[in-house]
Nanobody, 122 residues
Framework: QVQLVESGGGLVQAGGSLRLSCAAS????????MGWFRQAPGKEREFVAG????????SYADSVKGRFTISRDNAKNTVYLQMNSLKPEDTAVYYC???????????????WGQGTQVTVSS
């Protein structure tokens, strides 16, 4: 079992930055691939970024490439999402997710956090 707790959401102006954190706990959590998803009002949840267990491989949605960076610190069991050049369309609830492999976490993660709200004002 893996437990995920997100933090770092908030209100920011367009063009600004935020860093989300996801603290993971549970057995062998450092061996899991991790990811971030988001869900805007009235829309389906969508993949944002993913990272494999070592941090050596990453994957991003086209909409965030070049603006968002996912990273992890296995010593702290924490994964981060650095979000720069934020746009109003980035407004959503952001969810942390975990899965056994990167290819899995980008589509059907096994574990989910409770989400953190990110609001970007224009």
């Amino acid at each position: 079992q893996v437990q995920l707790v997100e933090s770092g959401g908030g209100l920011v102006q367009a063009g600004g930055s935020l860093r989300l954190s996801c603290a993971a706990s549970g057995r062998t959590v450092s061996t899991y691939a991790m990811g971030w998803f988001r869900q805007a009002p009235g829309k389906e949840r969508e993949f944002v970024a993913g990272i494999n267990w070592s941090g050596g491989s990453t994957s991003y949605a086209d909409s965030v490439k070049g603006r968002f960076t996912i990273s992890r610190d296995n010593a702290k069991n924490t994964v981060y999402l650095q979000m720069n050049s934020l746009k109003p369309e980035d407004t959503a609830v952001y969810y942390c997710a975990a899965g056994l492999r990167l290819v899995v976490v980008t589509t059907t993660p096994r574990y989910w956090g409770q989400g953190t709200q990110v609001t970007v004002s224009s």
